[in-house]
């Protein structure tokens, strides 16, 4: 089998020690915090994600970017001239404009070396649930699987990987504009926590509301409940905003209700954070529909 690499956004979430065993290639979303520019992913570091919330607790001023282009055709031109093809597995066109810039950077270089191959896929994904299509990719790849066909086999899955997510802070709804200041100000007075998920076009939507922080935990853990497939032994991730207990809470929960697997636990991406808040919980697994 002709020898390919796996190449992921910053925004899979995948923890180093996965990335780094299994020799993930991983492209950087940069954030910036009032002004000044950090990498969401740097080859070999850890990044102090617990010290990124508490900037964020403090409000300060944040935004994103998408994966330089320059970064990503030094990245992919380096594998290639190695002599490796490449499945590259990109974070959600409907959250980003990510897949697409890079999409173009590896059309243009696979005109360059014809000899090579690579197929790009849209996941659809976001945060550990993008994560957790890679995972199964690897492990796809780890039995033997080609190039194409594990392309294929992610294609014909991505919208069987379910992403439910709670907030705990409005604030930064509001100021992503997903809604509007005067439900901010409404839903933090009463306390409501919104229960969203992401749909089959890869946008985040809003599913339902609760009143109070436990509730909106216990929430995640009845959905997968309802739509889990195959639950026996499987994989279970969670992103948590800088909320370690919490999330060792809605792991304890899903291990109580359903048969799974190993429960990885990891904090969330610092570019998608930024537009979520400290408190995010996020629950990742494959269920019949998204």
């Avoid at 974070?91 to 697409?100: A, D, P, V």
Wanted: charged fraction near 25%; aromatic fraction near 8%.
């Amino acid at each position: 089998m002709q020898p390919y690499k796996i190449v992921t956004d910053s925004t899979a979430n995948l923890p180093v020690d996965l990335i780094e065993k299994y020799g993930v290639e991983v492209l950087s979303l940069n954030y910036y915090v009032e002004g000044k520019e950090y990498k969401g992913y740097e080859k070999g570091q850890q990044i102090d994600l617990e010290k990124f919330y508490v900037m964020m607790r403090e409000k300060k001023e944040m935004h994103t970017s998408l994966v330089d282009m320059g970064e990503a055709t030094e990245l992919v031109e380096g594998l290639f001239q190695a002599g490796e093809d490449v499945l590259y597995l990109a974070f959600s066109s409907g959250l980003s404009g990510t897949y697409q810039a890079v999409s173009l950077v590896i059309k243009d270089l696979l005109e360059k070396y014809p000899e090579r191959n690579a197929v790009c896929v849209d996941t659809l994904a976001a945060a550990l649930g993008e994560g957790l299509l890679v995972y199964y990719a690897i492990q796809n790849r780890e039995k033997g699987m080609s190039l194409s066909e594990n392309a294929k086999w992610v294609e014909e899955n991505k919208l069987h990987l379910c992403h439910w997510f709670t907030v705990d802070d409005l604030f930064f709804l509001k100021r992503g504009g997903r809604i509007s200041a005067a439900t901010a100000v409404v839903g933090t007075a009463l306390n409501i926590k919104p229960v969203l998920h992401v749909d089959d076009e890869g946008h985040l939507i809003a599913m339902g509301k609760v009143r109070g922080r436990k509730k909106s935990l216990d929430a995640l853990v009845a959905h997968m409940e309802e739509s889990v497939i195959n639950p026996e032994g499987q994989p279970v991730f969670i992103s948590h905003g800088g909320c370690y207990e919490e999330a060792e809470y809605v792991a304890k929960k899903v291990k109580e209700k359903l048969p799974v697997g190993e429960v990885l636990i990891h904090v969330l991406d610092p570019v998608i954070g930024t537009h979520s808040g400290p408190g995010t919980m996020a629950l990742f697994f494959m269920g019949e529909k998204r």
